[in-house]
C-alpha cells in the first residue's frame, strides 16, 4: 500500500491564510453604513475587493473623505447606495466629497448636494498634490452646489471615467466639470467623459466641461450640454503633445445655449457633434498666445447661431495638422454669418464643408440649400429639433472620406451608408432619423463597460486562476484528508 503523509494542521493553516490574503475579491469585505459616522469609518478601512454599502437615506456630513484607499486591477473597492437612494448633503464649509491617493474605486449612484451658504464648495474634488488612478463615477446626482461639479487639481489623475452623470445648478466660477489646473500643472489623461447630463451652470463662468492646458488622451463623448452662462459648453485648451494619438477628443456630444459650443485652443479632434442656439457654434483661437496646431474639425452640424456658426481665428499662424472637413454650418438667414476667418487659414485643408449665411472662405465650403430644404426639423427647441437630413439635402454623399480617423455617425451609423460619406454629424440611412431625439435628458446608448479599457485576457486569467485554486485547495483539504 502506498504510504501516504498527512501534511500537519498547522501546515494547511497557514498555506490557507496565505491564499485568503492575496486580495482575491471572493473574501473581500462587504460593508453596510447606516450614519454618517460609519460612512467615514467604513470608508476608511476599505482594501482591495471590498464593498462599501450606503442604507438608502439622507445624509448630512461635513465633507466625505476618501483617502488614501486601494484596490487592483482584478479587486476594485465600490462604494454605493444598497436598499434605495442616498443623498450626501455637505453642510459646513469644505467640499462634499474628497478623494485624494485612492486607485481602483467605483463610485456610484449617489446624490450629492450642499446646504451651506459658503462659496465655491465642490460636489467632488480630486486635491492639488494629490494622485490617484483608475476612478469610475457614475450615475451620480450632483446639484446645487457652489463650485464645481466635479473638480480635479490633482498633481496627476490618470485612467479616469466621469460616466452618466447628472451635474446642474453649479455656482461661484460654476464649472459642471473642472479638470486640470490652468497653468498645464495638474494633468489628467486616459479619460473618458461619456453619457454625462450637464446644464444651468451658474456663477462667475459656468463652463459645462473644461479640461486644461496640458491633460491629454480626454475623451468627451456623447454628453448633453446646455445653459452654461455665456461660457463654452465643451472646451479644451491644449496638450502640449505633438503625437497626434495623444489628442484630445470631442465627439457626438449636443450642446445649445452657450457662449460658445465648443472651444479649442490645439491638438484636439473635435467631430460629429450638434451645436445649435449658441453665440458661437465652434470657436478656435490662439489663446493666451499658448500656440495653435494640430486641431481637426470634422463631420460637426452647427446652427443658428447668434456671432457665428464656426470662427476660426489665428489659423494664418497655426502649425501642424489643421483640417476643416465634412461640416455643415447652417444660419437661418442668408445674411447671418456662417464661417468667419479673420486673418485667414493660412496652410489648412478645408475640404467638403456645406454652409448657408455667409462665409469668410470660399474654398472647401460650398453653399447649400436653406435649413429648411436640408434638414427635417431646423427648430431650436429640445425635443423637436430633428438636424437629420431630408432624402434630397446637398449633404448626402457629398462628404470626404475619414474612414483612417472614425467610421461612425452621431447615431453610431456606420459611415459610409450610400456611395459616399455624408457632410454633418448625421449619416442618412433611411427616411426618418433612426437615433434619438435631441432633448433635454441623457443621450441614450449602451452603458460603457466599467471594466477599464485596457484589460486583456492576461488580467482576466490572473484574476480567475488564483479563486479556482483556492477552491479546489479548499476542497481537497476538506474533502482528502491525506491531500
Same mark, same amino acid.
Given at each position: 500500500?502506498?504510504?501516504?503523509?498527512?501534511?500537519?494542521?498547522?501546515?494547511?493553516?497557514?498555506?490557507?491564510?496565505?491564499?485568503?490574503?492575496?486580495?482575491?475579491?471572493?473574501?473581500?469585505?462587504?460593508?453596510?453604513?447606516?450614519?454618517?459616522?460609519?460612512?467615514?469609518?467604513?470608508?476608511?478601512?476599505?482594501?482591495?475587493?471590498?464593498?462599501?454599502?450606503?442604507?438608502?437615506?439622507?445624509?448630512?456630513?461635513?465633507?466625505?473623505?476618501?483617502?488614501?484607499?486601494?484596490?487592483?486591477?482584478?479587486?476594485?473597492?465600490?462604494?454605493?447606495?444598497?436598499?434605495?437612494?442616498?443623498?450626501?448633503?455637505?453642510?459646513?464649509?469644505?467640499?462634499?466629497?474628497?478623494?485624494?491617493?485612492?486607485?481602483?474605486?467605483?463610485?456610484?449612484?449617489?446624490?450629492?448636494?450642499?446646504?451651506?451658504?459658503?462659496?465655491?464648495?465642490?460636489?467632488?474634488?480630486?486635491?492639488?498634490?494629490?494622485?490617484?488612478?483608475?476612478?469610475?463615477?457614475?450615475?451620480?446626482?450632483?446639484?446645487?452646489?457652489?463650485?464645481?461639479?466635479?473638480?480635479?487639481?490633482?498633481?496627476?489623475?490618470?485612467?479616469?471615467?466621469?460616466?452618466?452623470?447628472?451635474?446642474?445648478?453649479?455656482? %461661484?466660477?460654476?464649472?459642471?466639470?473642472?479638470?486640470?489646473?490652468?497653468?498645464?500643472?495638474?494633468?489628467?489623461?486616459?479619460?473618458?467623459?461619456?453619457?454625462?447630463?450637464?446644464?444651468?451652470?451658474?456663477?462667475?463662468?459656468?463652463?459645462?466641461?473644461?479640461?486644461?492646458?496640458?491633460?491629454?488622451?480626454?475623451?468627451?463623448?456623447?454628453?448633453?450640454?446646455?445653459?452654461?452662462?455665456?461660457?463654452?459648453?465643451?472646451?479644451?485648451?491644449?496638450?502640449?503633445?505633438?503625437?497626434?494619438?495623444?489628442?484630445?477628443?470631442?465627439?457626438?456630444?449636443?450642446?445649445?445655449?452657450?457662449?460658445?459650443?465648443?472651444?479649442?485652443?490645439?491638438?484636439?479632434?473635435?467631430?460629429?457633434?450638434?451645436?445649435?442656439?449658441?453665440?458661437?457654434?465652434?470657436?478656435?483661437?490662439?489663446?493666451?498666445?499658448?500656440?495653435?496646431?494640430?486641431?481637426?474639425?470634422?463631420?460637426?452640424?452647427?446652427?443658428?447661431?447668434?456671432?457665428?456658426?464656426?470662427?476660426?481665428? %489665428?489659423?494664418?499662424?497655426?502649425?501642424?495638422?489643421?483640417?476643416?472637413?465634412?461640416?455643415?454650418?447652417?444660419?437661418?438667414?442668408?445674411?447671418?454669418?456662417?464661417?468667419?476667418?479673420?486673418?485667414?487659414?493660412?496652410?489648412?485643408?478645408?475640404?467638403?464643408?456645406?454652409?448657408?449665411?455667409?462665409?469668410?472662405?470660399?474654398?472647401?465650403?460650398?453653399?447649400?440649400?436653406?435649413?429648411?430644404?436640408?434638414?427635417?426639423?431646423?427648430?431650436?427647441?429640445?425635443?423637436?429639433?430633428?438636424?437629420?437630413?431630408?432624402?434630397?439635402?446637398?449633404?448626402?454623399?457629398?462628404?470626404?472620406?475619414?474612414?483612417?480617423?472614425?467610421?461612425?455617425?452621431?447615431?453610431?451609423?456606420?459611415?459610409?451608408?450610400?456611395?459616399?460619406? %455624408?457632410?454633418?454629424?448625421?449619416?442618412?440611412?433611411?427616411?426618418?432619423?433612426?437615433?434619438?431625439?435631441?432633448?433635454?435628458?441623457?443621450?441614450?446608448?449602451?452603458?460603457?463597460?466599467?471594466?477599464?479599457?485596457?484589460?486583456?485576457?492576461?488580467?482576466?486569467?490572473?484574476?480567475?486562476?488564483?479563486?479556482?485554486?483556492?477552491?479546489?485547495?479548499?476542497?481537497?483539504?476538506?474533502?482528502?484528508?491525506?491531500?
Amino acid at each position: 500500500m502506498k504510504n501516504l503523509k498527512r501534511k500537519p494542521f498547522l501546515t494547511n493553516l497557514i498555506i490557507l491564510i496565505i491564499l485568503l490574503g492575496t486580495g482575491n475579491p471572493i473574501f473581500a469585505a462587504v460593508y453596510t453604513a447606516t450614519n454618517e459616522a460609519e460612512i467615514q469609518s467604513y470608508t476608511n478601512t476599505l482594501t482591495a475587493g471590498d464593498t462599501l454599502q450606503v442604507q438608502s437615506g439622507a445624509y448630512s456630513m461635513r465633507t466625505w473623505r476618501i483617502q488614501n484607499i486601494h484596490g487592483n486591477s482584478s479587486a476594485w473597492i465600490t462604494i454605493e447606495p444598497v436598499g434605495g437612494s442616498v443623498s450626501i448633503t455637505g453642510n459646513d464649509n469644505q467640499n462634499v466629497v474628497n478623494m485624494d491617493n485612492i486607485s481602483y474605486v467605483i463610485f456610484r449612484d449617489f446624490e450629492i448636494t450642499y446646504s451651506g451658504t459658503t462659496s465655491a464648495i465642490d460636489g467632488i474634488k480630486f486635491n492639488a498634490g494629490t494622485t490617484s488612478e483608475y476612478i469610475i463615477i457614475e450615475h451620480c446626482h450632483i446639484h446645487d452646489i457652489t463650485g464645481v461639479g466635479i473638480n480635479s487639481k490633482a498633481s496627476e489623475l490618470q485612467w479616469f471615467w466621469v460616466l452618466w452623470n447628472h451635474i446642474h445648478d453649479t455656482d %461661484d466660477t460654476g464649472e459642471g466639470m473642472y479638470l486640470g489646473h490652468h497653468d498645464g500643472s495638474g494633468i489628467v489623461h486616459d479619460a473618458l467623459i461619456s453619457h454625462n447630463w450637464v446644464h444651468d451652470t451658474h456663477g462667475s463662468q459656468g463652463d459645462g466641461i473644461e479640461i486644461k492646458r496640458s491633460c491629454y488622451s480626454v475623451s468627451i463623448e456623447d454628453n448633453v450640454v446646455y445653459n452654461t452662462n455665456n461660457y463654452p459648453g465643451i472646451i479644451v485648451y491644449r496638450t502640449d503633445r505633438a503625437d497626434l494619438s495623444l489628442q484630445n477628443v470631442i465627439k457626438n456630444n449636443v450642446i445649445w445655449n452657450a457662449g460658445e459650443g465648443i472651444f479649442a485652443v490645439a491638438e484636439a479632434d473635435i467631430y460629429n457633434n450638434i451645436i445649435f442656439n449658441s453665440s458661437y457654434g465652434i470657436n478656435t483661437r490662439n489663446y493666451s498666445g499658448w500656440g495653435m496646431r494640430d486641431l481637426r474639425l470634422y463631420n460637426n452640424t452647427v446652427y443658428s447661431c447668434s456671432v457665428t456658426c464656426m470662427r476660426l481665428s %489665428d489659423w494664418n499662424v497655426a502649425t501642424g495638422v489643421m483640417e476643416v472637413i465634412n461640416n455643415a454650418v447652417y444660419q437661418d438667414s442668408v445674411s447671418d454669418s456662417a464661417l468667419q476667418a479673420p486673418a485667414g487659414i493660412g496652410p489648412a485643408t478645408i475640404l467638403n464643408n456645406y454652409y448657408y449665411g455667409t462665409s469668410a472662405i470660399s474654398a472647401g465650403f460650398t453653399p447649400g440649400n436653406p435649413p429648411p430644404n436640408e434638414f427635417v426639423n431646423p427648430s431650436i427647441i429640445p425635443g423637436s429639433i430633428n438636424l437629420y437630413p431630408l432624402s434630397t439635402s446637398l449633404l448626402i454623399d457629398s462628404g470626404h472620406d475619414l474612414s483612417t480617423i472614425f467610421q461612425n455617425d452621431f447615431n453610431t451609423t456606420r459611415r459610409p451608408h450610400g456611395t459616399s460619406w %455624408d457632410v454633418g454629424a448625421y449619416e442618412y440611412s433611411a427616411p426618418v432619423n433612426p437615433g434619438w431625439q435631441v432633448q433635454e435628458g441623457f443621450k441614450p446608448a449602451p452603458l460603457p463597460p466599467v471594466v477599464p479599457i485596457n484589460f486583456d485576457l492576461f488580467v482576466i486569467v490572473a484574476s480567475i486562476l488564483p479563486i479556482y485554486s483556492l477552491f479546489t485547495y479548499v476542497s481537497r483539504l476538506i474533502f482528502n484528508p491525506h491531500f
